[in-house]
């Protein structure tokens, strides 16, 4: 211990060592094929169930008896057996686990178990197939990286959230995203936001109901990729129900990096640069003027639209005194003033090429005296965005070690500290929203004034007077220079995640663990409107911060027995106790007194809030498994859990699973086939619960404030008067008979693998029922309230998930091709609510209006929204209905205005998705790419509907052309029932009438009033949001190692790679992949939602 | 097995045991959350009724009202919509909640908590504030749910209240009005007075009182046409009621951005949605040379930034950030009064007085020069004799501008149908609002069949 680090680093290893005197010492060591040696590797005397594991340094000693055989595994690696013969010294080669069945993995509370033992579904992701992108992200590198599990990035900004998703969803509003662990303990992966254009304060929600503000970000963010030795993804109930409640969405098993093990001191250098470019951009029109009705209609005027003139009978004058544009101000052609010929502006050169350095070091060794090792790294990601002075900067220090402490004692500790700043950009639906401001400025209108630099000049988006320059004379919207330059929105973290552990091996067949974990965090958040801002005319600066602190501990008793020669059997009894507390503090500072100065006290209104989470769980659980032959396995747990969020008489439940594991090829007629090298069938079930949301239980006062959805509204104290409110537009009454939620579910798999491993394929079903699952649901108003917490929902999923591995090309002399390939599908349906209730909004805009909602006998977030009136009301398949009314400017067109009924206007949930991954190999080149497919799924772009409507989408070009509308004349009386004119043009006849042959045209009226979303009706701008895209696509290079002569280095290797090289879609806005409500329940909404980008990138690994 | 291994097992059993002892109140304690309470004293549940009634009733509600009844003209998204009733019901899903659930559920926790605790005094102000609000939620949509509302957190837990008829409803608010005089007459006002969280009245229980008969005074003159008993009870309420602009029913704001006036809000965050000075409204009063034009209108500051205390075309009076929002105003009870004296007694000359004091009080609350003042009335001051009809009609065309940005302007339009007006399209003004979309998605069971902007009428409105 005199080394200082060492004081850092504490050691653990899982199942400690025993020794028997009665044999002969021998020793060795485990590498993989590259030399490089594999610590803690598990050395097992085959048939006896005795064992060690390798030391940091891959070195082992056992005590065995010639003859016997050593069963040699290690995570990720091929499982070896080597019979010894009598040698003192041993050198055992691992493969890479190419068969992935006798490979070991981590499964929950950190339990290793082999593959092939498992009855539930697992997929596995090594550290070689994460931080390929450059992003820095561990969640959006999981990518169509195993079946079942969905992953959406909500924009291309720096620093913006991933949502993760298993199977389908459980839960109402509660999370559905998988549980985040990371060695052992589970961390935070909350989304704390502050809207303050729409909802307000909402820290560590599963739904945000977000429709603008900044893209929040999810913390699972924080974790260093290059950290990262192995990520296991558990699917199903069964697998995750010894976690518990946090897990009952599944989980994402994160391992870290412990240290290289090699003697001495290794570095690792990870190095990479990556250039962001936008990677689809909805169509704009670059032929008509700013105005209305055909007629030019200058800045200061301040219209909104662009249905002005034709840009080619416009012309400058030259005037060089104009604020709004220096070629001079815009005037008829044939105007003697007219000088320049006006020319469209490109909207797009707002965005420019985001930059991203990603360097990390890692520094690894052990003692010399071998009981001892350690790791150390320090990344940093700094990254600019797309949109101008977004950025992100994170850096990460990691230390981890482990030390023997006794022959039976061992410990373990890694400590991560994590800073990020983030500069996030206003978007979505407000006035401030950077896409909003700059996809509704006509062609005629430069929001850079000239600047090829123009978000660092202020003269681009200020007037000399200090007011906005912009295209609606200073009103409207903000210049999307002005949001970026005077809406900043600053995000700080600062954050510590660690664990302790220790294992104690009491007896041969008892060993007893205790784990302790934290995850602590500040994250303070800065937020400014300047005065003149668009969404804050007073300005306003907001400062938010949240502090979060989570422990975790759990004690464990490991027994494991072998009974006879062919049973086996262990048992681990476990106690768990959790405990979070969330401290928000939030200030608001309205009505600046100097511009530009965004600092609290240059307010003159104030306001503020604060929040205290607190909950705490406690749970004993406990694990059996039994072994026969190695060819079945039976797993049965149980966990018996209490949560501080349900009511005292409810608040004690337990959930069983069991899961059945038959290795078939075990039989003798089965047994050692060429073609089908192996087979296993699974089952299982499982019964998880879900507790209440915090303080559901009474309907408490709290400080009144209240809006009307269009001013920020009132809140107190008003002039020094407190007000407070039992209840407000949102306000749910408490439950003090709340129950827990219940999922149950079973799953049925086989894992083949066939040709020597050549091909593998794990096919699993699934079905799972949750009912119980608590929800605000919706009551009317006038009963108070805007809804009632209720144990009332039932939903159901079923899917089915495939993964193909195949290694088509594998020759002697090195050329290697691996192709995987996943694919899942969901099915879930919401086959109950409260009675009465057919539906609940889940997020958007709400009001029956693009929102995301839960629909009995439908599948869980459609999109829900305004259509068209039809021929049969409410019936989508009927012909729309066009309007016969003369003289109505919406005569021959489908009526628009919003008359129609509202319906479920389309479902965000994908048919299927499914990625394939080819890694092709030859001495040291490795080409790889990776395509993933989301078949279906809709996405509201409200984005096109506004632009439609404002005059600047590239459709509304063909404004003049004839249109014949297809669908049955009418038009809806004043009962609103459908009805058609007589021949006479007076008399009312009841249905509609013959089919349109009336021609029409494509005019402003149709454009903002029928063919849109924002005037019309929503149905209109739903679209097919699937796509192929070509995700990753790399070339690496891996240099000898004997490149300058010695071997100076073990390894050297260099990568181009490009993310989102192409993608092929009939998604007319930004990349599909896109979430308004961001990394929460709701997804399938764009609405003018910070784009998505594509990358091409280079790195280098070096390894000393 | 060696001893120090039992005892190691021993101390690992128990730390398992002791843990597993916890009590209960272990995890409950931790579910109580600090930042609400759960007693709160009825000052500051009136402070919060009040204003959640100004800010609706001057946000909302005056928008729908004042852009059917083409006192505002809408010129931009969602107002130049309802300017031209292009509604759905999920519209009205803002204002309801902030009349059934900020307002008027607030208010009705006011009310028990008063009565539980023998508060009369606020016993009597919360059912005077109620009695207001359901008043004008009345006239705005007919039937709604009242007599089962309110109780989605009692004991007695009801979700999914029915909906009462109109017409017995105005009963149900005089009844509220009479009980809520009586608890304010009570000799033992109770331990807790309103006090200076009472914007409206700083706690005077005699101003309270004659708010309470101005209400039923509406009650009644809005059932008067063609029923002379009607009017002559709106001529008692009136008697009793406001007896100059110092008892007007108003709520003032705040100065802090927070607190501010609801249409300043408007204007500030949604500059040129509407304009003012380009009106219906506005092109009448400028051809009658109306004194009180660039007191409500602010022509040079149509939609750009801030001009001097107001944002956007209203001028000072009504557009700054602490403008009041008007209840119920002694000008209008003088022109009521004049309007209930011809249905009552057809009497001209009696009414004409009183109509000549409605448009003095008015331009008197708006600091109209009193030479201005004179010369208006000369030239407007004088009912048509025709027929009582004609008088009517003028005295409502007249009040209507008094009642500027009042939701009861629209009242007055749809029941004298005075001044006149040209639908913006179609063939019909709104007669109504629109059902909110919430009732009908989560109160299937009772909410009335689709309605729309014209029909079913209120059941005054004839």
């Given at each position: 211990?005199?080394?200082?680090?060492?004081?850092?680093?504490?050691?653990?290893?899982?199942?400690?060592?025993?020794?028997?005197?009665?044999?002969?010492?021998?020793?060795?060591?485990?590498?993989?094929?590259?030399?490089?040696?594999?610590?803690?590797?598990?050395?097992?005397?085959?048939?006896?169930?005795?064992?060690?594991?390798?030391?940091?340094?891959?070195?082992?000693?056992?005590?065995?008896?010639?003859?016997?055989?050593?069963?040699?595994?290690?995570?990720?690696?091929?499982?070896?057996?080597?019979?010894?013969?009598?040698?003192?010294?041993?050198?055992?080669?691992?493969?890479?686990?190419?068969?992935?069945?006798?490979?070991?993995?981590?499964?929950?509370?950190?339990?290793?178990?082999?593959?092939?033992?498992?009855?539930?579904?697992?997929?596995?992701?090594?550290?070689?197939?994460?931080?390929?992108?450059?992003?820095?992200?561990?969640?959006?590198?999981?990518?169509?990286?195993?079946?079942?599990?969905?992953?959406?990035?909500?924009?291309?900004?720096?620093?913006?959230?991933?949502?993760?998703?298993?199977?389908?969803?459980?839960?109402?509003?509660?999370?559905?995203?998988?549980?985040?662990?990371?060695?052992?303990?589970?961390?935070?992966?909350?989304?704390?936001?502050?809207?303050?254009?729409?909802?307000?304060?909402?820290?560590?929600?599963?739904?945000?109901?977000?429709?603008?503000?900044?893209?929040?970000?999810?913390?699972?963010?924080?974790?260093?990729?290059?950290?990262?030795?192995?990520?296991?993804?558990?699917?199903?109930?069964?697998?995750?129900?010894?976690?518990?409640?946090?897990?009952?969405?599944?989980?994402?098993?994160?391992?870290?990096?412990?240290?290289?093990?090699?003697?001495?001191?290794?570095?690792?250098?990870?190095?990479?640069?990556?250039?962001?470019?936008?990677?689809?951009?909805?169509?704009?029109?670059?032929?008509?003027s700013q105005g209305s009705e055909g007629l030019y209609s200058p800045p200061e005027d301040g219209a909104s639209t662009s249905w002005g003139a034709a840009i080619d009978t416009l012309s400058w004058d030259g005037a060089t005194d104009y604020a709004f544009d220096k070629h001079g101000n815009i005037v008829g052609k044939s105007s003697p003033k007219a000088k320049i010929p006006v020319t469209p502006y490109n909207r797009y050169s707002f965005f420019q090429n985001g930059v991203t350095y990603d360097n990390s070091v890692a520094l690894s060794g052990a003692s010399a005296s071998d009981k001892s090792s350690y790791r150390l790294s320090l990344g940093n990601l700094a990254q600019t965005g797309i949109i101008p002075l977004s950025k992100y900067n994170k850096t990460n220090l990691s230390i981890a070690g482990q030390d023997k402490i006794t022959k039976r004692l061992t410990a373990s500790s890694g400590v991560t500290y994590v800073h990020s700043t983030n500069n996030k950009i206003q978007q979505g639906s407000q006035l401030s929203g950077a896409m909003l401001g700059l996809f509704r400025t006509p062609p005629t209108f430069d929001n850079s004034n000239g600047f090829s630099d123009a978000a660092n000049q202020v003269s681009a988006y200020e007037l000399p007077d200090g007011t906005q320059r912009n295209y609606r004379g200073g009103g409207g919207y903000d210049n999307p220079y002005w949001t970026v330059n005077n809406n900043p929105?600053?995000?700080?973290?600062?954050?510590?995640?660690?664990?302790?552990?220790?294992?104690?091996?009491?007896?041969?067949?008892?060993?007893?663990?205790?784990?302790?974990?934290?995850?602590?965090?500040?994250?303070?958040?800065?937020?400014?409107?300047?005065?003149?801002?668009?969404?804050?005319?007073?300005?306003?600066?907001?400062?938010?911060?949240?502090?979060?602190?989570?422990?975790?501990?759990?004690?464990?008793?490991?027994?494991?027995?072998?009974?006879?020669?062919?049973?086996?059997?262990?048992?681990?009894?476990?106690?768990?106790?959790?405990?979070?507390?969330?401290?928000?503090?939030?200030?608001?500072?309205?009505?600046?007194?100097?511009?530009?100065?965004?600092?609290?006290?240059?307010?003159?209104?104030?306001?503020?809030?604060?929040?205290?989470?607190?909950?705490?769980?406690?749970?004993?659980?406990?694990?059996?498994?039994?072994?026969?032959?190695?060819?079945?396995?039976?797993?049965?747990?149980?966990?018996?859990?209490?949560?501080?969020?349900?009511?005292?008489?409810?608040?004690?439940?337990?959930?069983?699973?069991?899961?059945?594991?038959?290795?078939?090829?075990?039989?003798?007629?089965?047994?050692?086939?060429?073609?089908?090298?192996?087979?296993?069938?699974?089952?299982?079930?499982?019964?998880?619960?879900?507790?209440?949301?915090?303080?559901?239980?009474?309907?408490?006062?709290?400080?009144?404030?209240?809006?009307?959805?269009?001013?920020?509204?009132?809140?107190?104290?008003?002039?020094?008067?407190?007000?407070?409110?039992?209840?407000?537009?949102?306000?749910?009454?408490?439950?003090?008979?709340?129950?827990?939620?219940?999922?149950?579910?079973?799953?049925?798999?086989?894992?083949?693998?066939?040709?020597?491993?050549?091909?593998?394929?794990?096919?699993?079903?699934?079905?799972?029922?949750?009912?119980?699952?608590?929800?605000?649901?919706?009551?009317?108003?006038?009963?108070?309230?805007?809804?009632?917490?209720?144990?009332?929902?039932?939903?159901?999923?079923?899917?089915?998930?495939?993964?193909?591995?195949?290694?088509?090309?594998?020759?002697?002399?090195?050329?290697?091709?691996?192709?995987?390939?996943?694919?899942?599908?969901?099915?879930?349906?919401?086959?109950?609510?409260?009675?009465?209730?057919?539906?609940?909004?889940?997020?958007?805009?709400?009001?029956?209006?693009?929102?995301?909602?839960?629909?009995?006998?439908?599948?869980?977030?459609?999109?829900?929204?305004?259509?068209?009136?039809?021929?049969?009301?409410?019936?989508?398949?009927?012909?729309?209905?066009?309007?016969?009314?003369?003289?109505?400017?919406?005569?021959?067109?489908?009526?628009?205005?919003?008359?129609?009924?509202?319906?479920?206007?389309?479902?965000?949930?994908?048919?299927?998705?499914?990625?394939?991954?080819?890694?092709?190999?030859?001495?040291?080149?490795?080409?790889?790419?990776?395509?993933?497919?989301?078949?279906?799924?809709?996405?509201?772009?409200?984005?096109?509907?506004?632009?439609?409507?404002?005059?600047?989408?590239?459709?509304?070009?063909?404004?003049?052309?004839?249109?014949?509308?297809?669908?049955?004349?009418?038009?809806?009386?004043?009962?609103?029932?459908?009805?058609?004119?007589?021949?006479?043009?007076?008399?009312?006849?009841?249905?509609?009438?013959?089919?349109?042959?009336?021609?029409?045209?494509?005019?402003?009226?149709?454009?903002?009033?029928?063919?849109?979303?924002?005037?019309?009706?929503?149905?209109?701008?739903?679209?097919?949001?699937?796509?192929?895209?070509?995700?990753?696509?790399?070339?690496?290079?891996?240099?000898?190692?004997?490149?300058?002569?010695?071997?100076?280095?073990?390894?050297?290797?260099?990568?181009?790679?490009?993310?989102?090289?192409?993608?092929?879609?009939?998604?007319?806005?930004?990349?599909?992949?896109?979430?308004?409500?961001?990394?929460?329940?709701?997804?399938?909404?764009?609405?003018?939602?910070?784009?998505?980008?594509?990358?091409?990138?280079?790195?280098?690994?070096?390894?000393? | 097995?060696?001893?120090?291994?039992?005892?190691?097992?021993?101390?690992?059993?128990?730390?398992?045991?002791?843990?597993?002892?916890?009590?209960?109140?272990?995890?409950?304690?931790?579910?109580?959350?600090?930042?609400?309470?759960?007693?709160?004293?009825?000052?500051?549940?009136?402070?919060?009724?009040?204003?959640?009634?100004?800010?609706?009733?001057?946000?909302?509600?005056?928008?729908?009202?004042?852009?059917?009844?083409?006192?505002?003209?809408?010129?931009?998204?969602?107002?130049?919509?309802?300017?031209?009733?292009?509604?759905?019901?999920?519209?009205?899903?803002?204002?309801?909640?902030?009349?059934?659930?900020?307002?008027?559920?607030?208010?009705?926790?006011?009310?028990?908590?008063?009565?539980?605790?023998?508060?009369?005094?606020?016993?009597?102000?919360?059912?005077?504030?109620?009695?207001?609000?359901?008043?004008?939620?009345?006239?705005?949509?007919?039937?709604?749910?009242?007599?089962?509302?309110?109780?989605?957190?009692?004991?007695?837990?009801?979700?999914?209240?029915?909906?009462?008829?109109?017409?017995?409803?105005?009963?149900?608010?005089?009844?509220?009005?009479?009980?809520?005089?009586?608890?304010?007459?009570?000799?033992?006002?109770?331990?807790?007075?309103?006090?200076?969280?009472?914007?409206?009245?700083?706690?005077?229980?005699?101003?309270?009182?004659?708010?309470?008969?101005?209400?039923?005074?509406?009650?009644?003159?809005?059932?008067?046409?063609?029923?002379?008993?009607?009017?002559?009870?709106?001529?008692?309420?009136?008697?009793?009621?406001?007896?100059?602009?110092?008892?007007?029913?108003?709520?003032?704001?705040?100065?802090?951005?927070?607190?501010?006036?609801?249409?300043?809000?408007?204007?500030?965050?949604?500059?040129?949605?509407?304009?003012?000075?380009?009106?219906?409204?506005?092109?009448?009063?400028?051809?009658?040379?109306?004194?009180?034009?660039?007191?409500?209108?602010?022509?040079?500051?149509?939609?750009?930034?801030?001009?001097?205390?107001?944002?956007?075309?209203?001028?000072?009076?009504?557009?700054?950030?602490?403008?009041?929002?008007?209840?119920?105003?002694?000008?209008?009870?003088?022109?009521?009064?004049?309007?209930?004296?011809?249905?009552?007694?057809?009497?001209?000359?009696?009414?004409?007085?009183?109509?000549?004091?409605?448009?003095?009080?008015?331009?008197?609350?708006?600091?109209?020069?009193?030479?201005?003042?004179?010369?208006?009335?000369?030239?407007?001051?004088?009912?048509?004799?025709?027929?009582?009809?004609?008088?009517?009609?003028?005295?409502?065309?007249?009040?209507?501008?008094?009642?500027?940005?009042?939701?009861?302007?629209?009242?007055l339009w749809r029941r004298t149908g005075s001044p006149a007006l040209t639908p913006i399209a179609g063939s019909a003004i709104p007669r109504r609002l629109e059902w909110p979309q919430s009732e009908y998605s989560y109160n299937a069971a009772n909410a009335p069949a689709t309605n729309t902007l014209v029909a079913p009428k209120i059941f005054w409105d004839n």
């Amino acid at each position: 211990m005199a080394k200082p680090i060492l004081l850092l680093l504490i050691m653990i290893m899982s199942f400690g060592t025993l020794v028997f005197a009665q044999n002969r010492e021998i020793s060795g060591t485990v590498k993989d094929e590259n030399g490089n040696p594999i610590s803690g590797a598990s050395i097992i005397i085959k048939g006896t169930k005795l064992g060690v594991a390798a030391d940091a340094l891959g070195r082992f000693t056992i005590s065995a008896k010639s003859g016997q055989v050593l069963e040699i595994s290690a995570t990720n690696f091929t499982t070896t057996d080597f019979r010894l013969e009598g040698q003192n010294n041993v050198d055992i080669t691992l493969k890479p686990g190419t068969n992935l069945m006798e490979t070991v993995v981590v499964t929950a509370l950190g339990i290793k178990r082999e593959v092939r033992s498992l009855g539930t579904a697992t997929q596995s992701i090594g550290s070689d197939e994460l931080n390929k992108s450059g992003t820095g992200n561990p969640l959006s590198e999981l990518q169509g990286k195993a079946s079942g599990l969905t992953v959406i990035n909500s924009t291309g900004d720096p620093g913006g959230g991933t949502y993760i998703r298993l199977r389908g969803v459980t839960s109402i509003t509660g999370n559905n995203q998988p549980l985040m662990v990371v060695d052992g303990v589970p961390i935070d992966n909350s989304i704390n936001n502050y809207d303050a254009t729409f909802n307000g304060f909402s820290a560590g929600g599963a739904n945000g109901q977000l429709v603008g503000g900044a893209q929040p970000t999810n913390r699972g963010v924080d974790i260093n990729p290059d950290d990262i030795e192995s990520i296991n993804v558990l699917k199903g109930p069964a697998a995750t129900a010894l976690y518990g409640i946090q897990a009952a969405s599944g989980a994402i098993i994160i391992t870290t990096k412990k240290g290289s093990g090699r003697k001495g001191t290794s570095i690792q250098v990870n190095s990479s640069v990556t250039v962001d470019k936008v990677s689809q951009l909805p169509a704009l029109q670059d032929t008509y003027s700013q105005g209305s009705e055909g007629l030019y209609s200058p800045p200061e005027d301040g219209a909104s639209t662009s249905w002005g003139a034709a840009i080619d009978t416009l012309s400058w004058d030259g005037a060089t005194d104009y604020a709004f544009d220096k070629h001079g101000n815009i005037v008829g052609k044939s105007s003697p003033k007219a000088k320049i010929p006006v020319t469209p502006y490109n909207r797009y050169s707002f965005f420019q090429n985001g930059v991203t350095y990603d360097n990390s070091v890692a520094l690894s060794g052990a003692s010399a005296s071998d009981k001892s090792s350690y790791r150390l790294s320090l990344g940093n990601l700094a990254q600019t965005g797309i949109i101008p002075l977004s950025k992100y900067n994170k850096t990460n220090l990691s230390i981890a070690g482990q030390d023997k402490i006794t022959k039976r004692l061992t410990a373990s500790s890694g400590v991560t500290y994590v800073h990020s700043t983030n500069n996030k950009i206003q978007q979505g639906s407000q006035l401030s929203g950077a896409m909003l401001g700059l996809f509704r400025t006509p062609p005629t209108f430069d929001n850079s004034n000239g600047f090829s630099d123009a978000a660092n000049q202020v003269s681009a988006y200020e007037l000399p007077d200090g007011t906005q320059r912009n295209y609606r004379g200073g009103g409207g919207y903000d210049n999307p220079y002005w949001t970026v330059n005077n809406n900043p929105y600053l995000s700080e973290l600062d954050r510590v995640l660690g664990y302790g552990q220790a294992t104690y091996q009491v007896l041969d067949w008892l060993s007893a663990n205790y784990r302790v974990g934290g995850d602590v965090y500040s994250q303070n958040d800065k937020q400014s409107y300047d005065i003149g801002s668009n969404a804050s005319p007073a300005g306003a600066v907001y400062l938010i911060g949240y502090t979060n602190r989570q422990f975790n501990s759990d004690f464990t008793l490991n027994m494991h027995k072998t009974f006879a020669s062919d049973w086996d059997a262990s048992l681990i009894l476990g106690q768990n106790y959790f405990v979070l507390n969330q401290f928000n503090r939030f200030s608001q500072g309205t009505s600046l007194v100097l511009p530009g100065y965004f600092d609290i006290s240059n307010a003159t209104s104030f306001l503020s809030a604060e929040t205290e989470q607190r909950k705490r769980t406690m749970a004993f659980y406990g694990e059996a498994t039994l072994n026969y032959k190695k060819e079945l396995y039976l797993t049965l747990t149980g966990r018996r859990e209490t949560s501080s969020t349900l009511p005292a008489a409810n608040n004690t439940f337990f959930y069983p699973s069991a899961s059945l594991a038959w290795i078939f090829t075990e039989l003798p007629a089965l047994k050692n086939s060429n073609v089908l090298s192996f087979g296993k069938l699974r089952a299982s079930f499982a019964q998880v619960g879900k507790d209440a949301p915090l303080y559901a239980l009474t309907t408490p006062f709290s400080t009144a404030s209240f809006q009307d959805g269009f001013t920020n509204g009132i809140t107190f104290p008003i002039n020094g008067n407190a007000g407070y409110q039992i209840s407000s537009a949102t306000t749910t009454i408490g439950n003090p008979n709340l129950k827990p939620e219940n999922t149950y579910s079973y799953e049925f798999g086989t894992d083949l693998e066939f040709f020597n491993n050549r091909i593998g394929l794990n096919a699993t079903a699934y079905y799972s029922k949750s009912t119980d699952v608590i929800f605000p649901v919706s009551v009317p108003y006038s009963s108070g309230f805007a809804g009632a917490l209720l144990n009332a929902a039932t939903l159901e999923n079923k899917g089915l998930e495939l993964t193909l591995s195949t290694t088509p090309v594998k020759t002697i002399s090195g050329v290697r091709w691996d192709v995987n390939f996943n694919w899942s599908r969901n099915i879930n349906k919401v086959t109950q609510l409260y009675p009465g209730f057919d539906r609940i909004m889940v997020g958007g805009f709400g009001g029956g209006e693009a929102e995301i909602d839960a629909v009995v006998g439908q599948p869980f977030g459609v999109i829900y929204g305004n259509t068209y009136p039809r021929a049969v009301a409410g019936d989508l398949k009927s012909p729309l209905l066009i309007s016969d009314v003369k003289g109505d400017p919406n005569y021959a067109m489908p009526i628009g205005g919003g008359v129609g009924p509202n319906e479920i206007i389309g479902n965000p949930t994908p048919n299927w998705i499914g990625s394939a991954i080819s890694n092709l190999s030859y001495k040291g080149f490795v080409f790889s790419f990776q395509i993933d497919v989301k078949n279906g799924g809709d996405m509201w772009n409200g984005t096109r509907g506004a632009l439609a409507n404002k005059g600047t989408a590239g459709e509304t070009s063909n404004r003049g052309a004839p249109a014949l509308f297809k669908g049955l004349l009418g038009h809806l009386d004043d009962n609103g029932d459908v009805v058609h004119y007589a021949p006479d043009g007076v008399t009312e006849l009841p249905g509609p009438g013959a089919a349109n042959t009336i021609a029409s045209t494509y005019n402003q009226f149709y454009w903002q009033n029928v063919g849109n979303s924002f005037g019309g009706p929503q149905e209109i701008d739903v679209e097919n949001a699937g796509y192929t895209r070509i995700r990753q696509a790399s070339l690496t290079y891996n240099f000898a190692k004997n490149l300058f002569g010695k071997n100076h280095f073990t390894n050297l290797s260099v990568t181009i790679f490009a993310n989102n090289l192409k993608i092929w879609t009939k998604y007319d806005g930004v990349d599909p992949e896109t979430s308004l409500g961001g990394p929460a329940n709701d997804q399938g909404l764009d609405y003018f939602n910070n784009p998505g980008t594509k990358s091409y990138g280079v790195r280098l690994n070096l390894g000393l | 097995m060696k001893l120090k291994n039992y005892k190691l097992v021993i101390a690992i059993l128990s730390v398992m045991f002791l843990t597993a002892s916890c009590k209960k109140s272990f995890f409950t304690e931790v579910n109580h959350n600090p930042n609400v309470v759960s007693e709160v004293p009825p000052a500051v549940l009136l402070s919060t009724v009040e204003a959640a009634l100004a800010y609706t009733q001057g946000g909302d509600i005056s928008r729908y009202s004042s852009l059917f009844d083409q006192q505002v003209f809408g010129n931009a998204s969602q107002s130049q919509s309802y300017y031209n009733y292009q509604v759905n019901p999920g519209v009205f899903d803002n204002v309801w909640p902030d009349l059934y659930t900020s307002t008027m559920e607030n208010d009705y926790t006011l009310i028990n908590l008063a009565d539980a605790g023998g508060n009369n005094a606020y016993g009597g102000v919360s059912r005077i504030l109620m009695a207001y609000t359901m008043q004008v939620t009345v006239d705005l949509w007919g039937s709604v749910p009242y007599s089962q509302a309110f109780h989605g957190n009692l004991s007695d837990q009801i979700l999914h209240p029915i909906f009462d008829n109109d017409k017995a409803l105005y009963d149900t608010i005089a009844n509220l009005v009479d009980v809520g005089i009586s608890k304010l007459n009570d000799a033992d006002p109770g331990n807790l007075v309103p006090g200076a969280e009472d914007v409206i009245y700083g706690g005077d229980a005699g101003q309270w009182i004659k708010f309470g008969h101005a209400i039923k005074a509406r009650l009644y003159l809005h059932q008067s046409k063609g029923n002379a008993a009607m009017a002559t009870q709106a001529l008692a309420e009136i008697a009793q009621s406001f007896t100059g602009n110092e008892d007007n029913a108003q709520y003032i704001f705040g100065t802090a951005e927070t607190a501010a006036n609801p249409w300043y809000q408007f204007n500030r965050d949604r500059p040129g949605d509407e304009t003012y000075s380009t009106s219906t409204l506005a092109g009448r009063m400028l051809s009658a040379n109306d004194p009180r034009y660039p007191i409500f209108f602010d022509p040079t500051n149509e939609t750009l930034g801030k001009k001097g205390n107001h944002y956007g075309g209203l001028n000072d009076y009504y557009g700054s950030v602490n403008s009041p929002v008007e209840f119920i105003t002694y000008d209008e009870l003088q022109f009521a009064s004049a309007e209930a004296t011809l249905r009552a007694t057809g009497s001209i000359a009696t009414a004409q007085t009183l109509y000549q004091s409605g448009i003095k009080s008015n331009m008197e609350k708006l600091g109209v020069p009193t030479g201005a003042m004179n010369t208006y009335v000369a030239a407007n001051g004088t009912l048509p004799t025709t027929s009582t009809d004609d008088a009517i009609a003028m005295v409502a065309s007249q009040e209507f501008t008094a009642l500027f940005l009042n939701p009861e302007s629209w009242v007055l339009w749809r029941r004298t149908g005075s001044p006149a007006l040209t639908p913006i399209a179609g063939s019909a003004i709104p007669r109504r609002l629109e059902w909110p979309q919430s009732e009908y998605s989560y109160n299937a069971a009772n909410a009335p069949a689709t309605n729309t902007l014209v029909a079913p009428k209120i059941f005054w409105d004839n």
